[in-house]
């Protein structure tokens, strides 16, 4: 990696490996660190861009603060501070929270996670119910089909609003100090990751996938920031 790149990068399955529940993720001893000094190295130009809301980032990057995409692009904290709605996008409506909750109390094992703007399923602990989520969120998202779609993740379906993407924010990005004119890298691991690696490609950068690239391992992604924060030479 070069000193004129932008760095892009997703959290759950690229910087920290999959959990069995999303609140069961464990940040590694010393990733904070080589993002901090690669922050440096690049000045400024890292984002963490993720389908995760703001303060999950805060929370588990703390005390770094970095800009950051969250909620699938839906809103971004700019490399100035300030919070923007990156995309037309409304809060969840409630009852369909209220429809997941009552289903999955209903099927052990699924769980139910509400963000401010998508709701994803997640199955990992009952893989058997995958076709139960799916088609429930199915039902959901006709209700308001101009406006939502459905994306798998792992183990996972998620309700997205269709006016917000990762290729969306990252463009937003590249056109703000310190990202402008820089070379963009964007990695990710899964099918929400897409219209990242194709906006980084666009871009003149490079989209990278965990599984082509570093064997699916979020590990061996960090081993690579890693060394390229010990070539940096930041302290």
Request: net charge negative.
């Amino acid at each position: 990696m070069r000193s004129d790149c932008a760095l892009f990068l997703d959290l759950d399955g690229t910087l920290l490996d999959l959990a069995l529940t999303p609140t069961a993720v464990v940040v590694p001893e010393g990733l904070v660190d080589v993002l901090r000094r690669l922050h440096g190295w690049l000045h400024g130009a890292l984002a963490i861009v993720t389908g995760r809301p703001l303060d999950d980032i805060d929370r588990l990057l703390a005390p770094l603060v970095l800009p950051v995409a969250g909620n699938h692009g839906a809103s971004a904290r700019l490399p100035d501070g300030s919070q923007q709605a990156l995309a037309p996008v409304s809060a969840l409506p409630s009852h369909w929270i209220a429809r997941a909750q009552a289903a999955c109390s209903q099927w052990p094992g699924t769980i139910v996670e509400p963000k401010p703007y998508s709701l994803a399923l997640h199955y990992r602990l009952a893989p058997d119910r995958g076709p139960d989520v799916h088609a429930l969120l199915s039902e959901l998202a006709r209700e308001r089909a101009d406006d939502y779609e459905i994306l798998k993740a792992h183990f996972a379906f998620e309700l997205r609003p269709r006016h917000a993407d990762k290729g969306l924010a990252i463009e937003r990005l590249m056109a703000l100090a310190p990202f402008n004119g820089r070379i963009p890298i964007f990695i990710g691991d899964d099918v929400t990751d897409e219209s990242g690696r194709v906006a980084a490609r666009r871009l003149g950068g490079i989209g990278l996938d965990v599984a082509d690239t570093f064997g699916g391992s979020a590990a061996r992604v960090r081993q690579w920031l890693s060394a390229a924060a010990t070539q940096s030479g930041e302290a």
